[in-house]
Protein backbone atom coordinates (compact mmCIF):
# COMPACT_ATOMS: atom_id res chain seq x y z
CA UNK A 1 0.00 0.00 0.00
CA UNK A 2 1.23 3.55 -0.53
CA UNK A 3 2.18 5.59 2.18
CA UNK A 4 -0.10 8.70 2.65
CA UNK A 5 1.89 10.09 6.31
CA UNK A 6 -1.05 11.72 7.18
CA UNK A 7 -2.45 12.65 10.54
CA UNK A 8 -4.86 10.43 12.24
CA UNK A 9 -8.33 10.45 10.86
CA UNK A 10 -11.65 9.25 9.78
CA UNK A 11 -13.37 10.25 6.57
CA UNK A 12 -16.97 8.07 5.53
CA UNK A 13 -15.42 5.74 3.47
CA UNK A 14 -12.84 4.54 5.97
CA UNK A 15 -15.73 4.18 8.19
CA UNK A 16 -17.89 2.58 5.93
CA UNK A 17 -14.80 -0.04 5.34
CA UNK A 18 -14.55 0.28 9.72
CA UNK A 19 -18.35 -1.00 9.50
CA UNK A 20 -17.61 -3.66 7.17
CA UNK A 21 -14.48 -5.04 9.05
CA UNK A 22 -16.69 -5.19 12.24
CA UNK A 23 -19.25 -7.23 10.24
CA UNK A 24 -16.63 -9.36 8.30
CA UNK A 25 -15.48 -10.22 12.43
CA UNK A 26 -18.93 -10.83 13.41
CA UNK A 27 -19.79 -12.98 10.49
CA UNK A 28 -17.21 -14.86 11.54
CA UNK A 29 -17.65 -15.54 15.00
CA UNK A 30 -21.18 -16.49 13.99
CA UNK A 31 -19.94 -19.10 11.51
CA UNK A 32 -17.61 -20.27 13.96
CA UNK A 33 -20.22 -20.89 16.68
CA UNK A 34 -22.64 -22.89 14.36
CA UNK A 35 -22.02 -26.37 14.36
CA UNK A 36 -25.29 -27.25 12.42
CA UNK A 37 -24.74 -28.43 8.56
CA UNK A 38 -21.49 -28.68 7.30
CA UNK A 39 -19.50 -27.36 9.95
CA UNK A 40 -16.02 -27.83 7.98
CA UNK A 41 -17.44 -25.39 5.32
CA UNK A 42 -18.25 -23.18 7.84
CA UNK A 43 -14.98 -22.91 9.78
CA UNK A 44 -13.64 -22.15 6.09
CA UNK A 45 -15.93 -19.03 5.40
CA UNK A 46 -15.11 -18.18 9.35
CA UNK A 47 -11.56 -17.82 8.86
CA UNK A 48 -12.65 -16.18 5.21
CA UNK A 49 -14.53 -13.72 7.20
CA UNK A 50 -12.08 -13.15 9.64
CA UNK A 51 -8.92 -12.68 7.09
CA UNK A 52 -11.13 -10.02 5.33
CA UNK A 53 -12.32 -8.09 8.86
CA UNK A 54 -8.53 -8.23 10.49
CA UNK A 55 -7.13 -6.82 6.39
CA UNK A 56 -9.95 -3.81 6.07
CA UNK A 57 -9.11 -3.04 9.70
CA UNK A 58 -5.44 -2.59 8.90
CA UNK A 59 -6.17 -0.85 5.51
CA UNK A 60 -8.23 1.67 7.32
CA UNK A 61 -5.31 2.15 10.25
CA UNK A 62 -2.85 2.60 7.36
CA UNK A 63 -5.20 4.95 5.22
CA UNK A 64 -6.39 7.23 8.63
CA UNK A 65 -2.10 7.23 10.09
CA UNK A 66 -3.21 5.40 12.88
CA UNK A 67 -0.61 2.70 11.63
CA UNK A 68 2.13 4.70 13.65
CA UNK A 69 0.95 3.11 17.06
CA UNK A 70 0.66 -0.37 15.63
CA UNK A 71 3.51 -3.14 15.77
CA UNK A 72 5.43 -3.46 12.44
CA UNK A 73 4.54 -7.12 13.04
CA UNK A 74 0.92 -6.53 11.87
CA UNK A 75 2.81 -5.63 8.30
CA UNK A 76 2.16 -9.40 7.02
CA UNK A 77 -1.57 -8.43 6.78
CA UNK A 78 -0.34 -7.14 3.60
CA UNK A 79 0.23 -10.40 2.46
CA UNK A 80 -2.47 -12.48 3.47
CA UNK A 81 -4.22 -11.51 0.12
CA UNK A 82 -2.19 -14.87 -0.71
CA UNK A 83 -4.06 -16.76 1.49
CA UNK A 84 -7.46 -16.10 0.53
CA UNK A 85 -7.59 -17.89 -2.51
CA UNK A 86 -6.58 -21.14 -1.34
CA UNK A 87 -9.12 -20.73 1.63
CA UNK A 88 -11.73 -20.20 -1.57
CA UNK A 89 -10.73 -22.89 -2.87
CA UNK A 90 -10.97 -25.16 0.28
CA UNK A 91 -14.25 -23.52 0.88
CA UNK A 92 -15.93 -24.92 -2.41
CA UNK A 93 -14.57 -28.03 -2.08
CA UNK A 94 -15.67 -28.69 1.24
CA UNK A 95 -19.13 -27.33 0.10
CA UNK A 96 -19.03 -30.26 -3.08
CA UNK A 97 -18.22 -32.50 0.22
CA UNK A 98 -15.12 -33.55 -1.44
CA UNK A 99 -12.12 -34.24 0.74
CA UNK A 100 -8.80 -31.94 1.19
CA UNK A 101 -5.72 -33.89 1.63
CA UNK A 102 -2.71 -32.26 3.40
CA UNK A 103 -0.83 -32.21 -0.03
CA UNK A 104 -2.88 -29.59 -0.90
CA UNK A 105 -1.36 -27.44 1.91
CA UNK A 106 1.19 -26.44 -1.14
CA UNK A 107 -1.32 -23.40 -2.04
CA UNK A 108 -0.20 -21.53 0.83
CA UNK A 109 3.37 -21.87 -0.28
CA UNK A 110 2.92 -18.19 -2.24
CA UNK A 111 2.57 -16.96 1.56
CA UNK A 112 4.94 -18.61 3.01
CA UNK A 113 7.79 -17.69 0.97
CA UNK A 114 6.79 -14.03 1.23
CA UNK A 115 6.34 -14.32 5.07
CA UNK A 116 9.93 -15.72 5.29
CA UNK A 117 11.32 -13.12 2.91
CA UNK A 118 9.96 -10.12 4.60
CA UNK A 119 10.35 -11.56 8.02
CA UNK A 120 13.63 -9.92 8.88
CA UNK A 121 11.84 -6.47 8.10
CA UNK A 122 8.98 -7.39 10.34
CA UNK A 123 10.85 -7.59 13.59
CA UNK A 124 13.51 -5.01 12.48
CA UNK A 125 16.35 -6.95 11.55
CA UNK A 126 18.71 -6.05 8.38
CA UNK A 127 19.97 -9.24 6.88
CA UNK A 128 23.08 -9.78 4.95
CA UNK A 129 22.75 -8.40 1.24
CA UNK A 130 19.64 -6.46 2.00
CA UNK A 131 20.39 -4.15 -0.23
CA UNK A 132 20.00 -7.30 -2.76
CA UNK A 133 17.36 -8.44 -1.29
CA UNK A 134 15.34 -5.41 -1.03
CA UNK A 135 16.60 -2.96 -3.98
CA UNK A 136 13.89 -1.44 -6.62
CA UNK A 137 14.43 -4.07 -9.52
CA UNK A 138 13.59 -7.06 -6.42
CA UNK A 139 10.62 -5.47 -5.22
CA UNK A 140 9.33 -5.23 -8.74
CA UNK A 141 10.09 -8.54 -9.43
CA UNK A 142 8.13 -9.68 -6.31
CA UNK A 143 4.96 -6.96 -7.14
CA UNK A 144 4.63 -8.77 -10.16
CA UNK A 145 4.87 -12.65 -9.06
CA UNK A 146 2.33 -11.45 -6.45
CA UNK A 147 0.16 -10.32 -8.70
CA UNK A 148 0.90 -13.02 -11.35
CA UNK A 149 -0.71 -15.70 -8.57
CA UNK A 150 -3.55 -13.66 -7.37
CA UNK A 151 -4.70 -13.10 -10.96
CA UNK A 152 -4.32 -17.00 -11.77
CA UNK A 153 -6.20 -18.43 -8.82
CA UNK A 154 -8.95 -16.03 -9.94
CA UNK A 155 -9.47 -17.51 -12.89
CA UNK A 156 -8.84 -20.99 -11.35
CA UNK A 157 -11.82 -20.61 -8.78
CA UNK A 158 -14.35 -20.18 -12.15
CA UNK A 159 -12.71 -23.41 -13.60
CA UNK A 160 -13.11 -24.96 -10.89
CA UNK A 161 -16.62 -24.12 -10.19
CA UNK A 162 -17.73 -24.78 -13.15
CA UNK A 163 -16.05 -28.73 -13.93
CA UNK A 164 -17.53 -29.42 -10.51
CA UNK A 165 -20.83 -28.00 -11.53
CA UNK A 166 -21.26 -30.28 -14.47
CA UNK A 167 -21.76 -33.62 -12.01
CA UNK A 168 -22.27 -32.47 -8.40
CA UNK A 169 -25.57 -32.06 -6.79
CA UNK A 170 -26.20 -28.36 -5.39
CA UNK A 171 -28.64 -25.84 -4.91
CA UNK A 172 -28.66 -23.76 -7.72
CA UNK A 173 -28.54 -20.85 -4.60
CA UNK A 174 -25.36 -21.97 -3.04
CA UNK A 175 -23.56 -22.67 -6.87
CA UNK A 176 -24.60 -18.88 -7.49
CA UNK A 177 -23.31 -18.11 -4.28
CA UNK A 178 -20.18 -19.65 -4.60
CA UNK A 179 -20.12 -17.66 -8.11
CA UNK A 180 -20.43 -14.45 -6.94
CA UNK A 181 -18.03 -15.40 -3.73
CA UNK A 182 -15.48 -16.52 -6.16
CA UNK A 183 -16.33 -12.71 -8.32
CA UNK A 184 -15.95 -10.95 -5.23
CA UNK A 185 -12.19 -12.28 -5.29
CA UNK A 186 -11.59 -11.92 -9.05
CA UNK A 187 -12.55 -8.27 -8.43
CA UNK A 188 -10.46 -8.06 -5.51
CA UNK A 189 -6.96 -9.27 -6.95
CA UNK A 190 -7.54 -7.26 -10.49
CA UNK A 191 -8.22 -4.23 -8.34
CA UNK A 192 -4.73 -4.71 -6.26
CA UNK A 193 -3.12 -5.78 -9.89
CA UNK A 194 -4.38 -2.50 -11.02
CA UNK A 195 -3.63 -0.38 -7.70
CA UNK A 196 0.18 -1.77 -8.31
CA UNK A 197 0.14 -0.60 -11.88
CA UNK A 198 -1.59 3.13 -11.13
CA UNK A 199 1.56 2.85 -7.95
CA UNK A 200 4.41 2.25 -9.91
CA UNK A 201 3.34 4.39 -13.18
CA UNK A 202 1.59 7.59 -11.80
CA UNK A 203 0.74 9.16 -8.99
CA UNK A 204 -3.12 9.24 -7.70
CA UNK A 205 -5.19 10.10 -4.58
CA UNK A 206 -6.49 8.04 -2.43
CA UNK A 207 -9.54 7.06 -3.89
CA UNK A 208 -8.12 4.57 -5.64
CA UNK A 209 -6.70 2.84 -3.24
CA UNK A 210 -10.20 2.25 -1.96
CA UNK A 211 -11.19 0.02 -4.59
CA UNK A 212 -8.76 -2.65 -3.04
CA UNK A 213 -10.53 -2.55 -0.17
CA UNK A 214 -14.05 -2.36 -2.00
CA UNK A 215 -14.64 -5.78 -2.89
CA UNK A 216 -13.75 -7.25 0.33
CA UNK A 217 -16.29 -5.12 1.88
CA UNK A 218 -18.53 -5.81 -0.93
CA UNK A 219 -18.10 -9.66 -0.04
CA UNK A 220 -18.22 -9.03 3.49
CA UNK A 221 -22.15 -7.02 2.79
CA UNK A 222 -22.67 -9.56 0.53
CA UNK A 223 -22.47 -12.40 3.05
CA UNK A 224 -24.52 -10.97 5.86
CA UNK A 225 -27.46 -10.10 3.16
CA UNK A 226 -27.69 -13.66 1.78
CA UNK A 227 -26.88 -15.24 5.12
CA UNK A 228 -30.34 -13.44 6.54
CA UNK A 229 -32.54 -13.64 3.53
CA UNK A 230 -31.72 -16.99 2.30
CA UNK A 231 -29.81 -18.95 5.64
CA UNK A 232 -28.96 -21.93 3.92
CA UNK A 233 -26.24 -20.73 1.53
CA UNK A 234 -24.15 -20.32 4.53
CA UNK A 235 -25.35 -23.20 6.26
CA UNK A 236 -22.97 -25.44 3.85
CA UNK A 237 -26.14 -27.54 3.54
CA UNK A 238 -25.89 -29.68 0.79
CA UNK A 239 -28.85 -31.82 -0.11
CA UNK A 240 -28.19 -35.30 -0.82
CA UNK A 241 -29.17 -36.61 -3.87
CA UNK A 242 -32.67 -37.93 -4.26
CA UNK A 243 -32.86 -41.56 -5.28
CA UNK A 244 -33.95 -42.30 -8.84
CA UNK A 245 -37.18 -44.90 -7.99
CA UNK A 246 -36.76 -47.41 -11.28
CA UNK A 247 -39.42 -46.42 -13.45
CA UNK A 248 -40.32 -50.29 -13.17
CA UNK A 249 -39.92 -51.04 -9.53
CA UNK A 250 -43.53 -51.71 -8.51
CA UNK A 251 -43.66 -54.31 -11.59
CA UNK A 252 -44.30 -58.01 -10.86
CA UNK A 253 -42.66 -59.38 -13.98
CA UNK A 254 -40.10 -61.82 -12.96
CA UNK A 255 -36.89 -62.37 -15.27
CA UNK A 256 -37.67 -65.66 -16.43
CA UNK A 257 -41.42 -64.17 -17.54
CA UNK A 258 -39.67 -61.19 -18.99
CA UNK A 259 -37.12 -63.44 -21.61
CA UNK A 260 -40.14 -65.76 -22.22
CA UNK A 261 -42.55 -63.20 -22.90
CA UNK A 262 -39.05 -61.41 -25.18
CA UNK A 263 -39.12 -64.59 -26.98
CA UNK A 264 -42.59 -64.70 -28.37
CA UNK A 265 -42.36 -60.73 -29.49
CA UNK A 266 -39.28 -61.60 -31.41
CA UNK A 267 -40.81 -64.93 -33.17
CA UNK A 268 -43.84 -62.86 -33.51
CA UNK A 269 -42.39 -59.72 -34.93
CA UNK A 270 -40.53 -61.85 -37.74
CA UNK A 271 -43.05 -64.34 -38.49
CA UNK A 272 -45.91 -61.64 -38.64
CA UNK A 273 -44.04 -58.66 -39.57
CA UNK A 274 -46.39 -56.05 -37.72
CA UNK A 275 -44.13 -53.52 -37.81
CA UNK A 276 -45.45 -53.18 -41.96
CA UNK A 277 -48.24 -51.55 -40.61
CA UNK A 278 -46.97 -47.60 -40.66
CA UNK A 279 -50.18 -46.92 -38.26
CA UNK A 280 -48.99 -49.46 -35.88
CA UNK A 281 -49.40 -48.27 -32.20
CA UNK A 282 -47.48 -50.07 -29.10
CA UNK A 283 -51.00 -50.69 -27.84
CA UNK A 284 -51.55 -52.26 -30.99
CA UNK A 285 -48.63 -54.81 -30.82
CA UNK A 286 -48.98 -55.13 -27.20
CA UNK A 287 -52.66 -56.40 -27.53
CA UNK A 288 -51.73 -58.86 -30.62
CA UNK A 289 -49.38 -60.19 -27.96
CA UNK A 290 -52.02 -60.36 -25.52
CA UNK A 291 -49.62 -58.29 -23.17
CA UNK A 292 -50.48 -55.32 -21.51
CA UNK A 293 -48.99 -51.79 -23.08
CA UNK A 294 -46.91 -51.31 -19.67
CA UNK A 295 -45.66 -55.25 -19.37
CA UNK A 296 -44.82 -54.45 -23.09
CA UNK A 297 -43.06 -51.54 -22.64
CA UNK A 298 -40.82 -52.59 -19.74
CA UNK A 299 -39.96 -55.88 -21.33
CA UNK A 300 -38.21 -53.77 -24.50
CA UNK A 301 -36.67 -51.23 -22.22
CA UNK A 302 -35.06 -53.11 -19.62
CA UNK A 303 -34.43 -56.11 -22.22
CA UNK A 304 -33.61 -54.11 -25.36
CA UNK A 305 -32.69 -50.67 -24.10
CA UNK A 306 -34.93 -49.69 -26.77
CA UNK A 307 -38.19 -47.55 -26.39
CA UNK A 308 -41.01 -47.94 -28.52
CA UNK A 309 -40.12 -46.60 -32.23
CA UNK A 310 -36.79 -47.59 -32.31
CA UNK A 311 -37.80 -51.40 -31.75
CA UNK A 312 -40.13 -51.07 -34.48
CA UNK A 313 -37.60 -49.42 -37.11
CA UNK A 314 -35.01 -52.00 -36.34
CA UNK A 315 -37.13 -54.25 -38.25
CA UNK A 316 -38.45 -51.76 -40.28
CA UNK A 317 -34.73 -51.09 -41.35
CA UNK A 318 -33.94 -54.54 -41.46
CA UNK A 319 -36.89 -54.98 -44.36
CA UNK A 320 -35.61 -51.89 -45.90
CA UNK A 321 -32.27 -53.23 -46.34
CA UNK A 322 -33.97 -56.86 -47.44
CA UNK A 323 -35.42 -55.05 -50.49
CA UNK A 324 -32.62 -52.86 -51.26
CA UNK A 325 -30.40 -55.81 -51.68
CA UNK A 326 -32.65 -57.65 -54.40
CA UNK A 327 -31.81 -57.27 -57.77
CA UNK A 328 -35.04 -56.66 -59.28
CA UNK A 329 -35.78 -53.41 -57.43
CA UNK A 330 -32.78 -51.42 -58.44
CA UNK A 331 -34.46 -49.38 -59.99
CA UNK A 332 -37.50 -48.96 -57.25
CA UNK A 333 -37.52 -45.42 -56.11
CA UNK A 334 -35.94 -45.39 -52.36
CA UNK A 335 -39.53 -43.62 -51.52
CA UNK A 336 -41.43 -46.97 -52.49
CA UNK A 337 -39.22 -48.95 -50.56
CA UNK A 338 -39.34 -47.33 -47.35
CA UNK A 339 -43.47 -47.55 -48.01
CA UNK A 340 -43.27 -50.99 -48.33
CA UNK A 341 -40.79 -51.18 -45.59
CA UNK A 342 -43.92 -49.80 -42.93
CA UNK A 343 -42.22 -46.01 -43.25
CA UNK A 344 -44.78 -43.09 -43.29
CA UNK A 345 -42.60 -41.17 -44.71
CA UNK A 346 -39.06 -40.30 -46.32
CA UNK A 347 -37.65 -37.96 -43.57
CA UNK A 348 -38.57 -40.83 -40.76
CA UNK A 349 -37.04 -43.35 -43.27
CA UNK A 350 -33.85 -41.53 -43.79
CA UNK A 351 -33.04 -40.43 -40.34
CA UNK A 352 -34.12 -44.10 -39.14
CA UNK A 353 -31.72 -45.51 -41.49
CA UNK A 354 -28.87 -43.56 -40.76
CA UNK A 355 -29.75 -44.04 -37.01
CA UNK A 356 -29.66 -47.97 -37.46
CA UNK A 357 -27.06 -48.56 -40.08
CA UNK A 358 -24.93 -45.74 -39.76
CA UNK A 359 -25.04 -44.68 -43.92
CA UNK A 360 -27.93 -43.60 -45.83
CA UNK A 361 -30.08 -45.47 -48.12
CA UNK A 362 -28.68 -44.00 -51.49
CA UNK A 363 -24.99 -44.93 -49.91
CA UNK A 364 -26.36 -48.35 -49.10
CA UNK A 365 -28.04 -48.97 -52.38
CA UNK A 366 -25.23 -47.81 -54.45
CA UNK A 367 -22.76 -50.57 -52.18
CA UNK A 368 -25.45 -53.09 -53.16
CA UNK A 369 -25.33 -52.27 -56.85
CA UNK A 370 -21.21 -52.61 -56.65
CA UNK A 371 -21.18 -56.07 -55.12
CA UNK A 372 -23.91 -57.33 -57.66
CA UNK A 373 -22.08 -55.94 -60.43
CA UNK A 374 -18.98 -57.86 -59.24
CA UNK A 375 -20.87 -60.88 -59.00
CA UNK A 376 -21.76 -60.47 -62.43
CA UNK A 377 -18.27 -59.77 -63.63
CA UNK A 378 -17.27 -62.82 -61.49
CA UNK A 379 -20.13 -64.90 -63.16
Request: glycine share 4%; with cysteine; net charge positive.
Amino acid sequence: MKKYMQEPSLDHWTFIFLLAGANGLFLSLVLFRQNKGNYQANRLLAVIMLMFGISLFYYVAYWTGYIKVLPSILQVIFILPLTFAPLFLFYFKRLYRKSIPWRDTWHFLPFVVLFIYYFPHYIGWEPPYSEILYSNVSYLLRVILFNLVMLAYAAYLFYYLKQQNKSATLLSTQYRWMQKAAACYAGFAISLATYYILYLTIDFDITHDYAVSFFMAVFIYLAGYLGYRQPEILSGQIPEPKKKVPKYAKSGLSSAEAAFHLKNITRYMEEKQPFLDCELRMEDLAHQLNLSKHTFSQIINERLQQNFSDFINHYRVKEAQRLLGESHNQDEKIISIAYDAGFRNKASFYNAFKKHTGISPTEYRDQVRSTLEQKKRIA
